[in-house]
């Protein structure tokens, strides 16, 4: 008679520990009493397929695993504290979970009956077809409902081992085992009862950790819970994904032994994928024996932050056997997990972005130490072993690196690094990847959560901040650098380092003052960070100047001596920013804009002394600093074999005359004033060279010059137009300094017309080449004396005449003076005409202020004298006038002096002697004064005597008014005594 099939058999052997229950589906049992045999199973009427279950007990065991750091904490530097401890202290007893069901699902394919024995069961199983998964399924937790199951598709072979993860053998896979138990030779052992796989492919279809699958995004990153294991979810996740998917890069595992018992699994596979780039595992090796993990191996990729050299996180967890805490001597085998990183990228190059100095960079440190638990410096919270900062000892891991620069010079330094998996470094959006990049250096809520510094010690390497058009123009020493990172839409992985600051030496600065480095900190110009690498400085609106980097800190002041700015100006400016085609430059901001502006650079600066330098220079306005050459201050270095030069030069050249009505067409030329005016082709060039060679002297040359140029003195009131061919300043190293003034024309003007006819005997090239040169700290005077011979023509004869000039150019902020003279007071000219005579001197000097000084006289007279042998007597006649004019005083004089004498036989003599003179002070003064005087002296014989008369008088404007001479306290009392 036929019966139905009991859900479930359970089968136990105490002799070698057989434990297995079978489930049957579309199976009957048909028994045979009284013949002895067994009952048969045949297939049950209806039944599509014929399915044989062997469930075995739990194969695995989840034990908690203990992170190792085996070498003693790196030492603190003195006066910090001391290293976190990564040691973790293993507890007693060991927590731990066992695994869910593992069976085997046969569809029996053997022509019924099949007997109803341990043997027959056997024999079906192995000769039918193993049912299998081989994409990702979720199995069920219980075997109640077979046919359910069948329906679903969710009954398949599974085997959870190890823990939470759920295998499945590849199609055709086949067990071996034996049926009865194997006995030793003395029959008193038995072997334990074990099933072997005799296939080597393995999958991993589904972990237990998951009632759904999650989405990408909603990926577990990796994490202990509930306790550290040997594998995480974020594992078994992966391992999933990696023997599932329908991907090429997937693929099943390698399986040495696979082994099924009643005391658990004995495991050996091992797999090794390329994963995409929402994966980090690469490869797995797992090694369990009875059900518990003895060496476990998984190896996640990722890229080392903020470089991107690809590398590999070593997670191995293995079983130790070691003391127990306060266990008296005990010992257990314990599982330990230790941690460290592989480079697998040591040299990683083509970067091409502003912002990063280098082209190449290679790691010499290619594996670490074991390193810190990853959650104890992540880069962001809950990243764990998904980006962290590798530690080991308690402190950061120095990496040792060597990076090219764009010009070929490799710098080494050490810094640390960071470990950011592949997931989050290839397949994070923009604001996620913004996140780790903004949160990597920033000091984090959880004080265990140790940043470095980003600032990495150059000790005053040179390097190239970005590609040289010039040798050296970009090219600093570098005491430190800070590094940092962006993001980027492409590319793996998804970020770029970057320099965010540097301290670094400008070379111009030690080229002019000498000494030793003066450290600046410089940041990148953003403009220039945002720019294509081929496009920086192109076009209006691109960073027109080439400016590449801002100063951070306190501006360094450019100081020129008066020797090194030739001599015509001291262009001293703050340096804001550096440009590869200018070097170092001021405001930065409106040099971004393409105008350069000398009022905000040099709002002291004066040329000639007085005459302002943004007075007469007029804004420049470019497109690229190339556009505009030598319109732009130029400051660089240069390396001239080994010899570094600095050079300044600007140089502007008036090709057009500029309209008021048009101020946006200016280009950069001089600019006319009511002082200053400039011919079509006038130049102004300041050019100033340092050397500093290694073992020698420094040396320096240093030449201004301003061509084609006029002085109109003075704007508001024009007395003289000085037309200049040039002014030249040259000044070398060890030679006096060489100035040429080469004057074309004076041109007296208004009151002072009448000089131009003197002025036709004025060698107007006398002061290239002066006859006197006087050269002092504030600045060189020059000029010459010419004496005029004299002329006589009958009674009439001009004597002791002279013309002189002399041109006064200061080094500092003083005015340009000019003194021209005709004879001199100490020296004045004389004129005669038979007995009337008189004597002359006229004297300007001239500022870019104002006149400075008119001084002129004039004296006139007549003598006569009579000789009668008896007695003789003369009489002289003299009067002149006597002007001066300094600044805001003047004075003018008038005087007549007389004399008389007369002498009889040499024995009486009479002199008298009158003089007048008035005195005119004007405003404020404004006061006439006169002295008087009359001198009478007799003498006779042995006998003489004189008798003064002297009187002074001063007349100043009117008379006072009553209301002058009565204050109102006196005239308050005169009429308070009527009162009374």
Not at 287 to 309: N, S
Request: aromatic fraction near 10%.
């Amino acid at each position: 008679m036929a019966n139905e099939i009991p859900a479930s058999v359970t089968v136990l052997r105490s002799d070698d520990l057989l434990l297995v229950r079978f489930h049957f589906h579309g199976l009957t049992m048909q028994e045979s009493p009284g013949t002895g045999q067994p009952a048969q199973l045949f297939k049950a009427p209806g039944a599509t397929a014929s399915i044989i279950v062997v469930e075995f007990p739990p194969q695995s065991i989840g034990e908690e695993a203990f992170f190792e750091q085996p070498s003693p904490p790196i030492p603190p530097p003195t006066g910090e504290p001391a290293p976190t401890d990564a040691d973790e202290t293993p507890t007693f007893p060991v927590r731990a979970f066992v695994s869910g069901p593992t069976w085997l699902v046969f569809q029996v394919s053997t022509t019924p009956p099949i007997p109803f024995t341990l043997a027959g069961i056997f024999a079906a199983c192995v000769n039918g077809t193993q049912v299998v998964a081989t994409t990702r399924k979720q199995p069920p937790n219980t075997l109640h409902s077979l046919g359910e199951f069948l329906q679903m598709g969710r009954l398949f072979s599974r085997i959870e081992a190890p823990y939470r993860l759920v295998l499945s053998p590849e199609t055709g896979t086949t067990w071996g085992g034996q049926v009865a138990p194997t006995f030793n030779a003395a029959d008193t052992r038995a072997a334990l009862w074990h099933v072997t796989m005799q296939g080597k492919k393995l999958r991993a279809v589904w972990a237990t950790d998951f009632q759904n699958w999650p989405s990408d995004a909603d990926a577990p990153d990796p994490n202990d819970l509930p306790f550290r294991m040997s594998l995480d979810s974020a594992d078994r996740y992966e391992l999933v994904r990696l023997t599932t998917d329908s991907n090429t890069y997937a693929h099943p595992v390698e399986a040495d032994q696979l082994l099924l018992s009643a005391l658990g699994a004995w495991l050996k596979v091992a797999g090794k994928w390329e994963p995409p780039s929402n994966l980090n595992v690469t490869e797995w090796k797992h090694l369990m024996t009875m059900g518990r993990d003895h060496f476990v191996r998984v190896v996640r990729k990722g890229y080392l932050f903020p470089f991107g050299h690809e590398a590999a996180l070593v997670k191995i967890t293995e079983r130790k056997i070691q003391a127990v805490p306060s266990g008296g001597g005990r010992r257990a085998a314990y599982l330990r997990t230790r941690m460290f990183v592989i480079v697998r990228q040591p040299v990683r190059e083509g970067y091409n972005h502003n912002g990063f100095p280098f082209t190449r960079v290679t790691l010499k440190t290619l594996i670490t130490p074991d390193i810190n638990p990853p959650e104890q410096s992540e880069l962001v919270a809950n990243f764990n072993a998904n980006g962290f900062w590798i530690r080991s000892g308690g402190e950061h891991v120095k990496f040792q690196v060597i990076a090219r620069d764009s010009v070929g010079r490799e710098i080494e330094f050490v810094t640390p690094l960071a470990f950011v998996a592949n997931s989050k470094a290839c397949n994070a959006t923009e604001a996620e990847m913004q996140k780790i990049i903004e949160d990597a250096w920033e000091p984090p809520p959880n004080p265990k959560a140790a940043r470095p510094s980003p600032k990495v010690t150059l000790g005053g390497q040179v390097l190239a901040f970005m590609p040289e058009a010039n040798p050296g123009d970009t090219t600093l020493e570098a005491k430190s650098l800070s590094l940092g990172a962006r993001s980027r839409g492409t590319g793996e992985p998804r970020f770029l380092p970057m320099i965010t600051e540097a301290d670094v030496d400008i070379p111009i600065i030690k080229q002019l003052v000498g000494g030793g480095a003066q450290w600046t900190t410089i940041e990148y110009e953003p403009t220039f960070l945002k720019a294509d690498p081929s496009q920086f400085a192109k076009g209006t609106d691109k960073n027109p100047a080439a400016i590449f980097a801002r100063v951070k800190s306190t501006a360094p002041q450019i100081a020129f001596s008066p020797e090194q700015a030739g001599g015509l100006t001291r262009p001293d400016f703050a340096i804001e920013g550096l440009s590869r085609s200018l070097g170092p430059v001021p405001t930065v901001d409106a040099m971004m804009t393409g105008n350069f502006d000398p009022a905000t650079i040099f709002p002291e600066i004066t040329l000639l002394g007085g005459l302002k330098l943004t007075d007469i220079v007029n804004l420049v306005r470019f497109g690229g600093a190339p556009e505009k050459g030598e319109l732009l201050p130029q400051l660089v270095t240069t390396l001239e074999g080994n010899v570094p030069v600095t050079r300044y030069r600007w140089h502007l050249l008036k090709t057009i005359v500029d309209d008021p009505a048009k101020p946006d067409e200016s280009r950069g030329e001089l600019r006319d004033t009511g002082l200053f005016l400039s011919d079509v082709g006038a130049e102004f060039e300041i050019i100033s060279e340092v050397r500093r060679p290694p073992n020698g002297a420094p040396s320096f040359m240093s030449q201004g010059r301003l061509t084609q140029f006029h002085l109109v003195l003075l704007p508001k009131m024009e007395l003289v137009d000085l037309a200049f061919d040039s002014v030249t300043f040259t000044s070398r190293s060890g030679q006096k300094l060489d100035v040429a003034v080469v004057l074309k024309e004076i041109t007296f003007l208004g009151p002072l017309s009448f000089v131009n006819a003197l002025m036709q005997v004025v060698p107007l090239d006398g002061f290239a080449d002066p006859p006197y040169l006087n050269i002092d700290t504030k600045g060189v005077g020059l000029g010459y004396t010419l004496a005029i011979p004299s002329v006589g023509i009958g009674v009439f004869s001009l004597q002791n005449l002279s013309l002189s000039a002399g041109f006064y150019l200061p080094f500092v902020n003083e005015s340009v003076s000019v003194t021209l003279a005709f004879c001199t007071r100490e020296n004045p000219g004389q004129v005669l005409v038979s007995l009337f005579g008189g004597g002359v001197f006229f004297g300007i000097t001239l500022t870019t202020n104002g006149v400075q000084l008119v001084e002129m006289a004039l004296e006139f007279g007549a003598g006569i004298s009579l000789n009668l042998g008896v007695a003789s007597g003369s009489v002289t006649v003299m009067g002149g006038v006597y002007f001066q004019k300094s600044g805001e005083g003047a004075l003018l004089s008038a005087y007549i002096r007389m004399v008389g004498k007369l002498s009889v036989l040499g024995l009486i003599s009479v002199t008298v002697e009158f003089y007048l003179g008035l005195n005119y002070e004007p405003s404020p003064i404004d006061m006439l004064s006169g002295d008087a005087s009359l001198k009478v002296k007799v003498k006779i014989a042995f006998f003489s005597k004189t008798v003064s008369l002297t009187v002074h008088r001063e007349f100043k404007g009117s008379d006072p008014t009553f209301r002058d001479v009565l204050a109102p306290p006196d005239w308050q009392a005169y009429c308070n005594a009527f009162g009374d």
